[in-house]
């Protein structure tokens, strides 16, 4: 959050950020928490989420479930039990629980015990499937009637999927910053294959808020990068942000569809999560798999490396200096965040603080 804006005749502008809210994601929102598929029928795993220990499941009929990854009686982690299905057995001594949450079974009672475990529960979160990857929402304050974020959906069938996860050891906020700041591009992603030009030149885009955030508005590239010489011909590229840290990135050419979503997820203070899922209308790009995984991953570790020297330096004073307007979608994603909070404290509806906007930047 910021915490003081001062702003200058030179379109200067200073952000105190308060170190404490800086490092605080949005607590009522989906997160990605990984991969849809590699959930099996009758298969568990732990997953850890805005500092809570979670364990997600599916059960043997393919319904998903999600709950706190420590049993009520010792704390023992019931990711480390066994799932049969439909209960979990904790590794400790036994207890079983639904995957409702609810204790089943505690099979070191005695006949002549009069203990009841019926009401012993195991907090539970929603959980649920969309473009192929798993969302929780891990919020636990008092119940709240606004709607939150929704989770992103492909839109279109996809032919192959291309998915890279990387830990970086930053901020939630940071790390999302990365996700609307064209001015790192040049610089920290000048590969050959990704920008073969060394010249900045000059951007015009028109921004236009959209129900959770904002999307750069569809736009006919030409000298772009030689990833979009692939889908032959010029494509058009749309490029959404959405809260919490979603980034999705569309791109259309004639019946050809290219899907780029990004998503940061956090997994305690000062790391979080990047997956990087590439989508593909044509069957054809599957041969390509093999050559474009070491490039996204590349692509990737330059964020996670130069997002870690960055939160070292914010670690020692956090404050930023936005500038420009290159630097006003990242002072969007603050006032974003800032109104989800303030509804939801007030119990009223988000409303998009955002106007369109005509931005221009060199990258
Ligand atoms: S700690 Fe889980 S059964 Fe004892
Ligand atoms: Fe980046």
């Excluded at 804006?5 to 308060?18: K, S």
């Excluded at 001594?93 to 089943?104: A, I, K, M, N, V």
């Excluded at 015990?113 to 636990?140: K, T």
């Excluded at 303030?342 to 009223?348: K, L, P, Q, V």
Aim: with cysteine; net charge neutral; proline share 7%.
């Amino acid at each position: 959050m910021l915490a003081a804006t001062t702003r200058a005749a030179d379109d200067t502008v200073t952000d105190a950020l308060d170190p404490k809210a800086m490092r605080e994601p949005l607590p009522n929102a989906w997160y990605c928490i990984g991969q849809a598929a590699t959930l099996k029928p009758g298969g568990m795993r732990p997953v850890e989420l805005n500092g809570e220990q979670i364990v997600v499941g599916r059960d043997a009929s393919g319904a998903l479930f999600a709950m706190r990854d420590r049993c009520p009686h010792r704390g023992m982690a019931l990711s480390k039990g066994r799932f049969d299905g439909s209960t979990v057995m904790c590794p400790f001594h036994g207890w079983r629980f639904g995957t409702d949450g609810r204790c089943r079974d505690v099979p070191t009672l005695s006949e002549t015990d009069s203990s009841d475990f019926s009401r012993i529960v195991v907090q539970r979160f929603p959980v649920i499937e969309s473009a192929g990857f798993l969302w929780i929402n891990p919020y636990l304050g008092p119940a709240v009637t606004e709607d939150i974020p929704a989770v992103p959906e492909l839109g279109f069938e996809a032919a192959g999927c291309l998915v890279v996860e990387l830990v970086v050891e930053a901020s939630f906020d940071l790390t999302t910053l990365s996700l609307v700041d064209p001015g790192h591009v040049a610089f920290v992603h000048d590969s050959w294959w990704f920008r073969p030009s060394k010249e900045l030149r000059e951007k015009v885009k028109t921004f236009i808020p959209v129900p959770h955030g904002f999307v750069m508005s569809s736009h006919a590239t030409t000298k772009s990068s030689p990833v979009y010489k692939l889908l032959g011909g010029v494509p058009d590229v749309e490029i959404e942000f959405r809260l919490p840290g979603v980034r999705l990135e569309r791109i259309v050419a004639g019946d050809k569809r290219v899907a780029n979503y990004t998503f940061a997820t956090p997994l305690s203070n000062n790391r979080t999560m990047l997956t990087n899922a590439l989508y593909w209308s044509m069957p054809l790009l599957n041969l390509l798999k093999p050559v474009a995984r070491p490039l996204m991953r590349q692509f990737l570790t330059q964020d996670q490396q130069v997002l870690q020297h960055a939160q070292a330096g914010l670690d020692r004073k956090p404050t930023m200096v936005l500038l420009g307007q290159g630097d006003l979608p990242s002072q969007w994603y603050f006032r974003l965040k800032r109104e989800a909070l303030e509804a939801a404290r007030a119990g009223r509806s988000f409303e998009n603080p955002l106007s369109r906007q005509e931005l221009r930047w060199r990258s």
